[in-house]
T-cell receptor, first 112, second 108 residues
């Protein structure tokens, strides 16, 4: 049963545009994450966030930023997309740091 | 930083055979998870297993912390088990470091 929801499923856009992806979890978790899965299928953490702290992977370009309205939502904004941003973006949540993580279905971004 | 090595990279089985997937990590971990990734991309958590052995149906996960390894055993494989299996080790910041995965194909 899905408890981490992501929209949209797919998004195609042009270089330089701004995009925003939504993530909502109904598990009551305090911590949420964004991961990027590249063309080689390797998943890498981008952001870890709860009401105490935002941890940013140092390799993430500044054009990426997480946006949270409450602990159930963590959106991902890309200010000006580049071709290398084409990937699947996966959202996850857990009770706290270090606990089991539950993933959403992902958003596939294609940058033309 | 943490590195996670999975083996084998791919595996082909006949239905009914067993599979043993391995995961080795470079530094001490706070958590360990095994995932199944469907062809469409969604991740299903199979086990959260920081240490010891856990069972779920035909699946068994064993994590030995001091040896920095975890394994996933699939018994009596079925064609519906085909897909990608990912292991990930976690730091106390919640950051999961993923392996490259094992692609499993089970033929009827």
């Amino acid at each position: 049963e899905t408890a981490v929801f992501q929209t949209p499923n797919y998004h195609v856009t042009q270089v330089g545009n701004e995009v925003s992806f939504n993530c909502k979890q109904t598990l009551g978790h305090d911590t949420m994450y964004w991961y990027k899965q590249d063309s080689k299928k390797l998943l890498k953490i981008m952001f870890s966030y709860n009401n105490k702290q935002l941890i940013v992977n140092e390799t993430v370009p500044r054009r990426f930023s997480p946006q949270s309205s409450d602990k159930a939502h963590l959106n991902l904004r890309i200010k000006s997309v580049e071709p290398e941003d084409s990937a699947v973006y996966l959202c996850a949540s857990s009770w706290d740091w270090g606990y089991e993580q539950y993933f959403g279905p992902g958003t596939r971004l294609t940058v033309l | 930083g943490q590195q996670v090595q999975q083996s084998p990279a791919s595996l082909v089985l006949q239905e009914g055979e067993n599979a043993e997937l391995q995961c080795n990590f470079s530094t001490s971990l706070n958590s360990m998870q095994w995932f199944y990734q469907r062809p469409g991309g969604s991740l299903v958590s199979l086990f959260y297993n920081p240490s010891g052995t856990k069972h779920s149906g035909r699946l068994t996960s064993t994590t030995v912390i001091k040896e920095r390894r975890s394994s996933l055993h699939i018994s009596s494989s079925q064609t519906t088990d085909s897909g990608t299996y990912l292991c990930a080790s976690g730091a106390n910041t919640g950051k999961l470091t993923f392996g490259h995965g094992t692609i499993l194909r089970v033929h009827p």
